[in-house]
């Protein structure tokens, strides 16, 4: 089944990516420039098509995040530190971003000739993303259904939907993925920052999966105070 995976260059979807490659299902990689001030994943997920020897698109999608504001990842607003599933973290939503994003996959898709799109959404995402549901998932299927029928039949694959981002890490390692070859840290800087609400994220899965995490961090203890922290809340 021929698959088009929307990868940003973080941990999930380079793993996706690794793991549809290892099937033998890649059709190619697309991105998105949404104005993310953590726009330098972009650079990671060219390096990981690159790797595969896929094709890889970015779609400008600049003016487009302009009109979704209120978020932290796009208006500037201070990324704030903290456990991934605290509350203080709905200030990185962008609305609506995964049904746009899809919506524009899936068309990529009926135009190229996949057969399936792949997103690397997580059961860690479902607190605060409502768009990284499972409900979510079977709802836009659905609608996509209706809206490339007689034209296509694209299937939303969504393999990491119902389990934590420790099983992703255990994945992408089954399949080769070079980590240190991801980004995950929303606030963008020369090395993740160890702190904001992914980065602790990332590092508790890498612990909570038995693997070394090769990151380099700027505060590579912080992640087991917030943790603590959230399990006291």
């Given at each position: 089944?021929?698959t088009?995976?929307?990868?940003s260059?973080?941990l999930d979807?380079?793993s996706?990516?690794?793991?549809?490659?290892?099937?033998?299902?890649l059709?190619?990689l697309?991105?998105f420039?949404?104005?993310?001030?953590?726009?330098?994943e972009?650079?990671?997920?060219a390096?990981?098509?690159?790797?595969?020897g896929?094709t890889h698109?970015?779609?400008?999608?600049?003016?487009?995040?302009?009109?979704?504001?209120?978020?932290?990842?796009?208006?500037?607003?201070?990324?704030?530190?903290?456990?991934y599933?605290?509350?203080?973290m709905?200030?990185?939503?962008?609305?609506?971003?995964?049904a746009?994003?899809?919506?524009?996959?899936?068309?990529?898709?009926a135009?190229?000739?996949?057969?399936?799109?792949?997103?690397?959404?997580?059961?860690?995402d479902?607190?605060i993303?409502?768009?990284c549901?499972?409900?979510?998932?079977d709802?836009?299927?659905?609608?996509?259904d209706?809206?490339?029928q007689?034209?296509?039949?694209?299937?939303?694959?969504?393999?990491?939907?119902?389990?934590?981002?420790?099983?992703?890490?255990?994945?992408?390692?089954?399949?080769?993925?070079p980590?240190?070859?991801?980004?995950s840290?929303y606030?963008?800087?020369?090395?993740?920052?160890?702190?904001?609400?992914?980065?602790?994220?990332?590092r508790?899965?890498?612990?909570?999966?038995?693997i070394?995490?090769?990151?380099?961090?700027?505060?590579?203890?912080?992640?087991?105070e917030?943790?603590?922290?959230?399990?006291?809340?």
């Open positions: 089944m021929k088009l995976v929307i990868c260059g973080g979807s380079v996706l990516a690794h793991r549809v490659h290892a099937e033998g299902h059709a190619g697309l991105s420039d949404y104005g993310q001030r953590h726009a330098k972009l650079s990671f997920a390096a990981c098509a690159e790797r595969l896929t698109r970015i779609v400008d999608m600049r003016d487009i995040g302009a009109c979704l504001g209120g978020s932290a990842l796009t208006d500037g607003g201070a990324v704030p530190d903290g456990h599933a605290e509350e203080t709905r200030v990185t939503v962008v609305p609506n971003r995964n746009i994003m899809l919506a524009i996959a899936f068309g990529a898709a135009a190229q000739g996949a057969e399936a799109v792949a997103t690397a959404v997580h059961g860690g479902h607190f993303y409502p768009d549901r499972p409900e979510f998932i709802a836009f299927q659905a609608m996509q209706h809206a490339t007689g034209y296509a039949s694209i299937a939303l694959k969504a393999p990491y939907v119902h389990v934590p981002k420790s099983e992703i890490v255990r994945d992408g390692a089954r399949h080769g993925t980590f240190e070859m991801t980004w840290c606030k963008g800087g020369e090395r993740h920052c160890g702190r904001c609400g992914t980065c602790v994220e990332r508790e899965a890498f612990e909570l999966a038995g070394d995490d090769p990151t380099r961090y700027d505060d590579p203890d912080y992640w087991r917030a943790v603590a922290a959230a399990k006291e809340a």
